[in-house]
């Protein structure tokens, strides 16, 4: 993860996944503005990008589609509607089924200065730009085009999070996994 140094005056804040290869990270990111309906600017929250910090100090970032985007609604009711139709023809029933993406990764490093001025001067509900970047020598190289403006995002101590919250839950899996 990236972080620009914060610019209050201008509201750019700039955070950015880092991809080995920039074209890997346009692909990426093109597939999570599909959760926006290929939107750039996410006003509704369709896109979640969740900040943990964990208790050694490092950071752990999960990016995940909104489980509360209207378009599920519309789809669960869509189904319902269905399920009435074809119950009243032979007795059948569909379940509804969700399937949810996630992706998150864990930091090694703890103390990143702009990382925490960005949680420190970066409200929760005020939108900065997500973009894809890639690291070349000393440098960081940004994808301006695939940006994403997100409304918010969600910082919370892994101590201080629900037992049954995505990243948690998300955690526990991959623990098992790793069993």
């Known amino acids: 993860m990236t972080v620009s140094q914060p610019d209050h005056k201008k509201h750019v804040n700039v955070v950015g996944f880092v991809y080995k290869d920039i074209e890997y990270g346009k692909k990426f990111f093109k597939y999570i503005k599909s959760w926006n309906f290929d939107n750039s600017v996410d006003k509704d929250r369709n896109i979640i990008l969740s900040i943990v ?3 050694n100090g490092a950071f752990t970032f999960y990016i995940y589609a ?3 985007r209207k378009n ?3 789809m669960l009711k869509a189904v319902a509607v269905e399920n009435f139709i ?3 023809k032979d007795g059948k029933f569909q379940e509804g089924l969700v399937m949810q993406m996630a992706y998150w990764h864990t930091t090694k490093y703890t103390d990143d200065k702009h990382m925490r001025d960005f949680l420190k001067y970066q409200p929760t509900d005020e ?3 997500f973009v894809p970047s890639a690291k070349y020598q000393n ?3 940004i994808d301006i085009d695939s ?3 997100l409304h918010g995002y969600k910082y919370a101590k892994r101590q201080d999070l629900h037992k049954y919250s995505t990243e948690n839950q998300l955690t526990e899996m991959a623990k098992k996994w790793k069993d």
Do not use: G, N
């Open 139 to 141: 440098s960081y190289r």
């Open 66 to 68: 909104s489980p509360y």
């Open 86 to 88: 074809e119950k009243r």
């Open 53 to 55: 910090e964990e208790p």
């Open 72 to 74: 599920l609604d519309k």
């Open 147 to 149: 940006q994403i403006i």
């Open 127 to 129: 939108k900065f730009m």
